[in-house]
Structures are given as structure tokens and as C-alpha cells.
């Protein structure tokens, strides 16, 4: 049985004189709202005078939860009841605040009568909880009740001046009149606020709210069948209707209290305006009519169900115009088990109360939603369903209403199946809210807050994010400021850590790995300078879109503020080459803080999901305290946020497409033949897919790069497009439309080539803009789908089947002629670039900027032994290759190649660290070949201009030997510098690092210009 708490008496200090003014003056009141602000206010400085000491000795913790019960709202009960539910489990005990009796709490343990107006109720009451929680759903509106608010609003406001932990839960915020939001509104900005919709959310958010996204907590109800059908052939439809007219509540005065209040506890505590009789008839009249013109010729039947007391009226008025109808039975609010076995039986629900259609969303029963304020719409629009919903005062209510009625029966199986998503949905969550109020309030009672180790929260509950949208690896630098960081990493056991010494091997390391495996990977810097040093690595992932994210562990705000030493503004340095930054706030204990920082991760969280494979993302995270001396205690498990479990590489396509590929075809379709090629860089995986069927549908050839990845994958890539962009023949042709993908090609040649095309041009963005001098009219698609790929095939189906035909014959004839011409050749830059890419074998070969990648794209036959080759062409610096080399193929390739020029050497000796600490008794076979010519030799192909007095400069090329570079690390060296030898090092096991050395004679810009002549000969 319900076991009512007897309400305590005043304390000494709330006199008998107080509590006989607050009477007279809400007596005497010609409005009653504004006289009950007042009280609060008062009440409000009362409550902070007298301030509860923490009780952080008792083992349970008691919560007040303040709603809207007692008052025969179904919806509210249920809402409470699922709370304290929750709260139960976690052996928290909760007491319910009631209006009045309710049959629905019969069998609850704990409740307490609203027996006194409630700034003195809450004044004497408030301090004998641990917690004051207000959970009713229209608590910031004013089309319910301006009382009801200012009720939910005096339970914060003393509690918080008592000094005892409170927030709003499950609050919806909407319209408000003037002196609600200007007077009360400002009081409420530092209490947490749980909103139960996106529209209440950002509604708080304007306000100036500390609101937290939520949901209604009646989502967690599953509801029971009680009682079988006795027909399935009769369709039933529930009606909730409710009388609009009555609305807005007032708070009761005048002579139904008395100047002391002894009537109050015999009477509902808001009273109802007077109903309008006649547009409460016609407005159920309009809804009965619907249903009977929409059910004519079916089998069904009519429940009638009153949510609140309040809804007993509109109920009979429905019942008294349709008694010849098909009309079972009515549930009233004097009997919740009838109310919730009706609910559970419907087919259909149409109800003008919020609750009921989440109650029957719930128990995945199909709604209609009749709005008489912003609830029902704001719950419709997050489903995505906003034609279930009709306006009570719509003219043409009755139409749209038995138009949506048949729409329903219909379709009535996909709309539950798009229902039982968004349930699944809210549930999950309404755990991660229900978790963050828990987590609010453990953090408000805890007993030795200095003994937490808030730094570990802090980065524990970071690195769970950064789990759940798909991180695997870290990389952590040295220092001191991010040890908590490691630490944590350290525990979890989904993490795999690698430790570095310096920061700039750390980042490309990283680099490399994210080549190969496209998922997000974290590098981890201490304070000060560190992070500067992956600048070069980050401003290469961001050109080429990889998902580095780079966690700065930083000093805090205010030793930033003070220029303290080791301070920087780290996220001014990565602005410009970052997708996305986050400055997260530093760990606190306060428990406003601890939701501020959740709610920075839940907007972290959405930008992973959405944003991270575009780029890198930049996190400054600052740590407190004595890093070297913290208790780590087990309070870590801050599930915050919803756990991702998809990665959607495409997920912002542009609506205007479809538009484009129109456009488009209005511009070719007079003069296409068929005659186009695609030209692309890199892209990632999933466009190249759509690019090769693409190509492959309308027999365009593919004009790519060497890293691009297209020459293992289709025949219709030219492996030489860079020898036919100089040719005549190619220059000739006459294109119908020219497709341009990813950033700019490598080759010189192809580069000037497309400068001069006049022809369409369709440019296909992936991440970043791609832009082409001298086609600013081009048409642009952003990130095409599996719909865009179908249209453009559609468009360009009318090809030339000849055409591809006539480029892979050139390409074939290139390949031919190129393989003898290097044959003859004598030792030389070229010749063994050639024999590397084409004759020895690897899974993954990585070439170095700026003339390996040239060789290799110049030199590279389809039939290459190699399976992939990466390089770094982003911002195309000679930097770090050794370490992202490391990182490419750590834990992947058994058979790796990598090609790189002798100044690129030297500017990653530290990277021979990192080789040898991961690779020196690795059974992977490994070589590094560096191309020793001198140094620079790129730049002999920069002319200057004929009158130039400027002599071309000479580069400075280190001294340094090699082989002992390699020794000093223990790494096995050879030298090559003949074919026999270089043929020989194919054969051998291990790592190795292979100098190679040229007869300086015959210099790279000759043997690009003998090889490049003989070939276009041939074409």
C-alpha cells in the first residue's frame, strides 16, 4: 500500500507570522502568479541562510522528485514512476511529490502530499532529501500552466539555496509569456537541465539554459497486454482527446483557501479556466466524424481514454455525440489500469496528449497527433513524421484527420517499423541521460572530492568517445602533462599504445599507419612546444584527408592567460590545417562542470561520426594538479555519450546533385559521343569503387596517379597518362566532357594539359574542394552516392565503344617501348627506379617526395609486382618519411618497399630510432632504398627565366655518411651501384637500408629527356 510520508513540521526559524503573510498575500491577490515569484524569491534568500551541511556519511541518499502526480495524469505518473525505477536500482530512494490521492501510487513505498502552498512546503521539506529532482514535462511553458512552472521552478531555486544538488529532467521549454521568461528565466541559468526534445533544447539554449539534450522517461515503459482481443477482425482506434479551452491552469485563491490554508489539502491545487463549452463540442465533434468517414465499410471500434482528471469532461462530450457510434467503453482518470489496458490493445492511437502517444509508441502502436501546443509537433518532428500531426484550430482538421486515418491503416506496418527505430532510439537515449543524472549527483555527494582523480575522469571519458567512433591505437610523445593520458591509455584494454621520444617521428609514424588504414588514430603531446612539432605531419593527414586526431594535453586557462612558462595557444597553430578544434574545459569537480564537459563530448562524439574521415581534428584537453602524484581511485566510467557503432565514410552529399547532373545534361546532351576521361587523384575507397563501375559503365579511361590506387584495380586505367598528356595525339582529341576527382595530378604534363581543355568539365568533391585554374564554370557533386553514380551513367551511356579501346593501345605500346629503352640503359636514377617498381615484389611500396613519385609515375607498368603504393603528396614536404614508412606498415605488410631520395634521408634520421625499435628483428621483409644523386636533383628541372642574371642555385647536400647512420642504429646497410648487385638485393630477408649511387655524368633531367623523346615517337 502507499505509504504517504507524514510532511514535518516548520522549523523554528519559518514563523507562524511568514506563513500567515504568504496565505493573506496570495488571498488577497489580484494575480496570483506574480505574488507566488515573489514568495519564492523570499523563500529563495530564507533557504540560503540557512544552509544543509553535506551529509556525506549516509549510505542511502534520499531524492525528492517533484512532478505533476497526483493529479490523475497517466502520463506523469508513468514518467515518475520510470525515474524512480531507475533510481531504485541504484539503491537510491526516492520520495514522489503528490498534488492528491491517485489511485496509480497505491502500491508505492514512498510519497508525500502537497499539503501547503509550495514556497512554504519546499522551505520546510527540501532539507531533509539529499537531492531535489523536478520531472515534469511541461515545466517551461506557458500554454499548461505559468503555476505549474513557477511550482518546478521554486523546488530548484530552494534547493540550490540550500545548497543541495538539483536539476530539471526531461523539461520542456517553449513558449512562455514576457514576465515569466524575463522575471524567472534569469534565476534558472546555472541549474542543470535535461530537455526531452531537440526543439526544447535548443529553445533553453537561447534562453541562456544550462541544458542538456534528453528524453521523456516514459520511453522506457513496454506496457502489458492484460487482456486479449475478443475480435482481431475489429480494428480498435483509442481517442485521448482533451478540452484545449480550459488551458492555461491558474493557481487557486481567494476564498478556496482561507487566510491559513486549512482547505488546501481537500481540492486539486490548480483549478481549470471556465471551458467554452461549444468549441470543446465542435472540436470533438470534427474528430468523431473523421474517424467514422475514414472507418466506413471496416470493422472497429472506438476506446475513449482520459490521460488526466482534467480530460474526463472532453471524454463525455466525445461519448454524448457518438453514442449510436461504435463506441466499447471509456477509460476516466479515476482508473489507471483500465486507461493503460485500453492504450495496450489499439491499432490506432489519435490523442491530443503528448503522453499517451508516447506510450503507444512505446508498445510500437501506430499515432496520429492532434497538437494543441508545441509538445506533440516538437516529438513528430524528431521521428520525422510531421504529416501524423493536425493542429486542433485547423479548419480542415476533419479532412486532414480521416485523410491520415486511412493513410495509417495503409501503411500502417512500415510506419510501425519506423517507429520501433525511433523507440529503440530514445531508450538508449534516456540510459545516457538517466547515467548523467546519476553521474551529476555521485559527483555532488562525494565524500574526499580531492582524492579523485579528476584528470582521469576527464581523459578516461575522452578516450571512451573516441573508442566508440572506432579508435584502436595511440601514440603517445614523452612529458609530463600528458602522463595521466598515458596512463589511462595504458589501462584500456581496447588501446594499443606506442611510446615515442620525439613528438615530429610520433606524428608521421602515425601518418603512415593512417594510409593504410583509414580509421582514426590518436597522437598524444605534452604541454609547450611538443605539438609543434607535428605540424608538418598534421598539415600533410589534413591535404589528404586522414583521420589523425591530435589530443594536446595542455596547461590550464589561467596560466595561459598569464603566459606562464610551457604555455601555448596550441589551437591557433593547427587552425588552418585541422577539419575541426575542440578546447575542452579542464576537469573540475563541480557538477556543473562535469555536464558542461559532457556536453562538449556529445558534440565531439556527433563531429567523429561525421567529420573525422574528412581530416584530422585537433583536441586541447588541459590537466590539473601535480601530475606525477595523483590517487587513481576507481571512478572512471563516465559513459556521458552515446556509444557509436558506425563510421560512415559519405555522409554529406549535397541535395544539390541530382540538380547538377540535370545541369550537366542540359550542357552535353546536343554534342556528346561518348568521347570523356576521368582524371583522379587519391580518393578513398568507397569513391573509387563508384569512379571504376562508373568508368567501366561508359568506357572512359582513367587518367591517374601512382598513389590514386586505380592501376590494380581496372583496365580502364592508363598506366602513362602522364607520357600521353605530352603527345600530339592525345592533345588533339576532342573531348565531350572532361571528370576531374581528388587533388591535383602529379604529372607535369597532365597539369597543362587540362588548362587548355574547353569542354565541360564535372568535378567530383571528396572532403575539400577540388579546384582546376581555367574552369571556374565547371559543375561541381559533392561526395556522390550509390543514386548520383546510377544518374551519371544514365547521362554519359551513350559512349564511344571504340574509344577506350584506341587509349589502351597506346598505353600498352608505351609499356612495350619504355621496357626496352630502359633495357639498354646503362646504371643509372632511372634505370634502377624502374627495375624497383616493376620487378620487386611487395605488398605496399611507399615513395618519397619530390623525384621518387615522379619516377614512379612515369615509370610504372599495370603489371607492377607491387600491391598498393602511398605516399606523402599532401604538401608534398621531404619530412618524416622514414617514421610514416614505420607507421604504414607496422602490423600489416610482411613484404614492404620504400623509395626515397637522399635529403629526405637525412631529414628523418630520427626516424632510423623508430625502424629499429619496431623492425630490427622483425621477420618482415623490409628495404629502404635511398636514391643517393647528389641531393635535390628535383630542382634541376626549374629553369630560370632566359634574361635572368640569377645563377641557378647549388644545394647543400649533408656530409654525413649513410652507412654509418645506419650502423650508429644497428640496421643492416648495403650499398648498390651496378645491376648485378642491385638485382642481388632483391633476394634478401629482413630490413635493410640500400644506398644507391649513380655515375654523376649523365644527369636525371637528360634521362627524363631521352626517355620521354623515344617514347612519344612511338605514340
Not at 512546503?121 to 506557458?142: H, Q, R
Not at 603531446?525 to 608538418?536: E, F, I, Q, R, V
Not at 596550441?570 to 579542464?586: D, N, P, V
Not at 581534428?617 to 558506425?646: C, R, W
Request: charged share 20%; hydrophobic share 40%; with cysteine.
Amino acid at each position: 500500500m502507499m505509504k504517504n510520508h507524514i510532511p514535518s513540521g516548520f522549523p523554528d526559524w519559518i514563523s507562524v507570522e511568514l506563513r500567515d503573510r504568504f496565505y493573506q498575500n496570495l488571498a488577497e491577490s489580484v494575480d496570483s502568479e506574480r505574488t507566488t515569484l515573489n514568495h519564492i524569491q523570499e523563500a529563495t534568500v530564507l533557504a540560503s541562510q540557512h544552509r544543509k551541511p553535506a551529509d556525506n556519511g549516509s549510505e542511502v541518499k534520499k531524492v525528492l522528485l517533484v512532478g505533476y502526480c497526483g493529479a490523475g495524469n497517466l502520463g506523469a505518473n508513468i514518467r515518475v514512476k520510470c525515474l524512480s525505477d531507475f533510481f531504485l536500482a541504484y539503491h537510491i530512494e526516492c520520495t514522489i511529490l503528490l498534488m492528491g490521492w491517485d489511485d496509480y501510487w497505491n502500491t508505492h513505498e514512498r510519497t508525500i502530499i502537497l499539503d501547503e502552498y509550495f514556497p512554504l512546503f519546499f522551505l520546510k521539506e527540501i532539507p531533509n532529501y539529499d537531492a531535489v529532482i523536478t520531472c515534469e514535462g511541461s515545466m517551461f511553458k506557458s500554454f499548461f500552466s505559468n503555476s505549474l512552472t513557477l511550482m518546478q521552478s521554486a523546488a530548484l531555486l530552494i534547493a540550490r539555496a540550500y545548497g543541495i544538488p538539483t536539476l530539471a529532467y526531461g523539461a520542456e521549454i517553449g513558449k512562455m509569456h514576457d514576465w515569466i521568461e524575463k522575471s524567472l528565466v534569469p534565476l534558472l541559468t546555472t541549474i542543470p537541465i535535461f530537455s526531452r526534445s531537440e526543439a526544447s533544447y535548443q529553445r533553453g539554449t537561447s534562453l541562456g539554459l544550462t541544458v542538456f539534450e534528453g528524453v521523456d522517461s516514459a520511453w522506457r515503459y513496454t506496457g502489458e497486454k492484460f487482456l486479449d482481443k475478443k475480435d482481431e477482425d475489429v480494428l480498435k482506434i483509442v481517442v485521448c482527446p482533451v478540452d484545449p479551452f480550459q488551458f492555461p491552469l491558474k493557481l487557486i485563491t481567494g476564498d478556496k483557501i482561507g487566510n491559513t490554508g486549512e482547505k488546501f489539502r481537500d481540492q486539486l491545487y490548480f483549478d481549470a479556466n471556465p471551458g467554452k463549452a461549444n468549441q470543446l463540442k465542435e472540436l470533438m465533434n470534427e474528430i468523431g466524424q473523421a474517424i467514422i468517414t475514414a472507418m466506413q465499410g471496416k470493422k472497429y471500434q472506438v476506446d475513449i481514454v482520459a490521460m488526466d482528471e482534467m480530460d474526463n469532461n472532453a471524454c463525455e462530450v466525445y461519448q454524448e455525440l457518438f453514442t449510436e457510434s461504435s463506441i466499447l467503453h471509456i477509460a476516466t482518470a479515476s482508473n489507471s489500469t483500465a486507461r493503460l489496458n485500453v492504450l495496450a490493445e489499439a491499432d490506432l492511437c489519435i490523442t491530443q496528449r503528448y503522453h499517451a502517444a508516447v506510450l503507444c509508441m512505446a508498445q510500437f502502436i501506430n499515432v496520429i497527433g492532434i497538437a494543441i501546443d508545441e509538445r506533440i509537433p516538437n516529438l513528430f518532428a524528431e521521428l520525422d513524421a510531421r504529416s501524423v500531426v493536425v493542429n486542433y484550430l485547423d479548419p480542415e482538421l476533419e479532412l486532414k484527420l480521416g485523410a491520415e486515418i486511412k493513410q495509417q491503416l495503409e501503411t500502417g506496418e512500415k510506419e510501425k517499423n519506423k517507429n520501433a527505430d525511433f523507440v529503440k532510439n530514445n531508450r538508449y537515449r534516456l540510459d545516457v541521460m538517466n547515467e548523467n543524472v546519476l553521474r551529476f549527483l555521485e559527483l555532488e555527494w562525494q565524500i574526499h572530492p580531492d582524492k579523485i582523480d579528476l584528470n582521469g575522469i576527464w581523459n578516461n571519458t575522452l578516450l571512451e568517445v573516441l573508442i566508440s567512433n572506432g579508435l584502436r591505437k595511440v601514440l603517445v610523445a614523452n612529458g609530463s602533462r600528458n602522463m595521466n593520458l598515458l596512463h589511462q591509455s595504458l589501462e584500456n584494454v581496447q588501446l594499443e599504445v606506442l611510446q615515442f621520444n620525439q613528438e615530429a617521428q610520433m606524428a608521421f609514424f602515425g601518418l603512415g599507419h593512417c594510409h593504410k588504414t583509414r580509421k582514426p588514430l590518436l597522437l598524444v603531446t605534452t604541454s609547450g612546444s611538443a605539438m609543434l612539432h607535428c605540424l608538418p605531419a598534421i598539415a600533410e593527414a589534413y591535404k589528404q584527408n586522414l583521420p589523425l586526431i591530435l589530443l594536446t594535453a595542455d596547461r590550464p586557462a589561467y596560466m595561459l592567460a598569464a603566459n606562464a612558462p610551457q604555455t601555448l595557444d596550441h589551437l591557433s597553430f593547427t587552425k588552418c590545417i585541422t577539419t575541426r578544434q575542440f578546447a575542452l574545459i579542464e576537469p573540475a569537480g563541480e557538477a556543473n562542470a562535469v555536464l558542461k564537459y559532457a556536453r562538449q563530448l556529445k558534440e565531439l562524439n556527433d563531429v567523429l561520426k561525421n567529420d573525422l574521415l574528412r581530416g584530422p581534428i585537433h583536441i586541447n584537453l588541459p590537466q590539473m594538479g601535480h601530475l606525477g602524484a595523483l590517487e587513481i581511485v576507481d571512478y572512471t566510467d563516465y559513459p556521458f555519450i552515446p556509444k557509436s557503432t558506425s563510421h560512415p565514410f559519405f555522409n554529406f552529399r549535397s541535395e544539390g546533385n541530382r540538380m547538377n547532373i540535370e545541369k550537366l545534361q542540359d550542357k552535353i546532351k546536343a554534342t556528346f559521343s561518348g568521347k570523356g576521361i576521368i582524371v583522379s587523384g587519391p580518393i578513398p575507397t568507397e569513391g573509387m569503387n563508384g569512379v571504376i563501375k562508373l568508368a567501366e559503365a561508359i568506357g572512359f579511361p582513367i587518367l591517374s596517379d601512382i598513389s590514386a590506387k586505380y592501376r590494380q584495380n581496372t583496365e580502364n586505367n592508363m598506366a602513362h597518362g602522364d607520357i600521353l598528356a605530352y603527345s600530339a595525339w592525345m592533345n588533339s582529341q576532342v573531348y565531350d566532357i572532361i571528370i576531374l576527382i581528388g587533388s591535383s595530378p602529379v604529372a607535369l604534363s597532365v597539369n597543362q594539359f587540362l588548362k587548355v581543355q574547353k569542354c565541360p568539365i564535372l568535378i567530383l568533391e571528396y572532403n575539400k574542394v577540388t579546384y582546376y585554374p581555367g574552369n571556374e564554370d565547371a559543375i561541381y557533386l559533392s561526395q556522390p552516392g550509390d543514386e548520383d553514380w546510377l544518374h551519371l551513367e544514365k547521362v554519359l551511356s551513350n559512349h564511344d565503344r571504340e574509344w577506350l579501346k584506341m587509349w589502351k593501345r597506346r598505353d600498352r605500346l608505351i609499356s612495350v617501348e619504355m621496357c626496352a629503352i630502359v633495357k639498354n640503359m646503362p646504371f643509372s636514377e632511372l634505370y634502377t627506379s624502374y627495375q624497383i617498381f616493376n620487378c620487386a615484389e611487395a605488398e605496399v611500396c611507399f615513395i618519397g617526395n619530390s623525384l621518387p613519385i615522379r619516377h614512379a609515375n612515369l615509370l610504372t607498368h599495370a603489371s607492377s609486382k607491387f600491391t598498393a603504393f602511398y605516399c606523402n603528396r599532401g604538401v608534398s614536404g621531404i619530412d618524416g618519411h622514414l617514421s610514416a614508412f614505420a607507421g604504414l606498415i607496422h602490423q600489416f605488410a610482411k613484404t614492404s618497399v620504400c623509395v626515397i631520395g637522399d635529403l629526405t634521408f637525412y631529414h628523418d634520421v630520427a626516424g632510423l630510432e623508430v625502424l629499429a625499435k619496431y623492425y630490427r628483428t622483425s621477420l618482415q621483409s623490409i628495404t629502404i632504398y635511398v636514391i643517393n644523386n647528389g641531393g635535390g636533383r628535383i630542382f634541376d628541372f626549374i629553369k630560370l627565366s632566359e634574361d635572368s642574371a640569377l645563377p641557378m642555385p647549388k644545394q647543400d647536400v649533408p656530409t654525413v655518411s649513410i652507412e654509418r647512420l645506419c650502423k650508429a642504429f644497428e640496421l643492416p646497410y648495403y650499398v648498390c651501384e651496378g645491376k648485378r648487385s642491385l638485382h642481388h638485393i632483391f633476394k634478401i630477408p629482413g630490413i635493410k637500408i640500400v644506398e644507391l649511387k649513380f655515375n654523376e655524368a649523365w644527369s636525371i633531367t637528360d634521362q627524363y629527356s631521352v626517355l620521354i623523346n623515344k617514347l612519344l615517337q612511338s605514340v
